[in-house]
């Protein structure tokens, strides 16, 4: 158990809706990163936010938005939703430039 | 910019035997490594990474990796297998600091025969 819980565990959208994903950090973490993992492959950095600022990025399109919030915890919402967006989301938490702690995922499915 | 190749995506070796996962990165500054491990419908565990000093890190379970930077290389290897270390393993590379993330390589699917 390393303390960062997702939910839901398990969502089915169509094309073209908006999901939002959650995450709620391992206590005292103040860094939240979320990444997208295919299957088959390995995952993919979308972003990280830091005291609820974004704090570096990677090569997702603006319609994956994120948000942080007061008590650390954490959205992740993807709008326009296409088929290639099937996948594990994982958010993994930390202390700044620590140890990574990674959630159990949600894995999306886009119909 | 960073990368990662791990070589061979599916290892199959016999319960005992030794374990070698390979894994080369490519970094425009010096890198920290990493390697996780994933079990079905988990989070990602981390066995052990290299950061600075002593090239060959010993992690968790009896993994150990030898960072060789001549080779590029960061090579994940067990000297027993067990029955329990089948799972996915991947290799990641965070080279700019700056950035904070990790850049995964696409992973090893480790099947322990008995």
Redesign the interface.
């Known amino acids: 158990e390393?303390g960062?819980t997702q939910s839901p565990t398990h969502l089915i959208k169509t094309r073209g809706q908006q999901v939002t994903l959650r995450c709620s950090s391992q206590s005292g973490h103040n860094?939240v990163?979320w990444?997208q993992q295919a299957l088959?492959?390995?995952?993919?950095?979308i972003f990280?936010y830091y005291r609820e600022e974004e704090?570096?990025r990677?090569n997702f399109p603006p319609r994956f938005s994120g948000l942080q919030f007061p008590n650390y915890s954490s959205e992740l919402n993807v709008n326009a939703l296409e088929l290639d967006d099937s996948a594990l989301y994982?958010c993994?938490s930390s202390l700044k430039?620590e140890?990574?702690f990674?959630?159990?995922?949600t894995q999306l499915s886009v119909l | 910019a960073q990368s990662?190749t791990q070589l061979g995506s599916h290892v199959s070796v016999s319960e005992g035997a030794l374990v070698l996962l390979r894994c080369n990165y490519s970094s425009s500054v010096p890198p920290y490594l990493f390697w996780y491990v994933q079990y079905p419908?988990?989070?990602?565990?981390?066995l052990l990474?290299y950061t600075t000093g002593a090239t060959l890190v010993k992690g968790i379970n009896g993994f150990e990796a030898e960072f060789k930077k001549s080779e590029t290389s960061f090579h994940l290897t067990k000297p027993s297998a067990h029955m329990s270390d089948a799972a996915e393993y991947?290799c990641?590379v965070r080279g700019d600091?700056?950035?904070?993330?990790?850049?995964?390589?696409?992973?090893t699917r480790l099947q322990v025969q008995p």
């Open positions: 390393t960062v860094t990163s990444y088959g492959q390995g995952p993919q950095f990280q704090n570096g990677g994982l993994a430039n140890k990574l990674f959630g159990s995922g | 990662v419908n988990q989070g990602l565990q981390l990474k991947f990641a600091t700056g950035r904070r993330a990790l850049t995964f390589g696409s992973g």
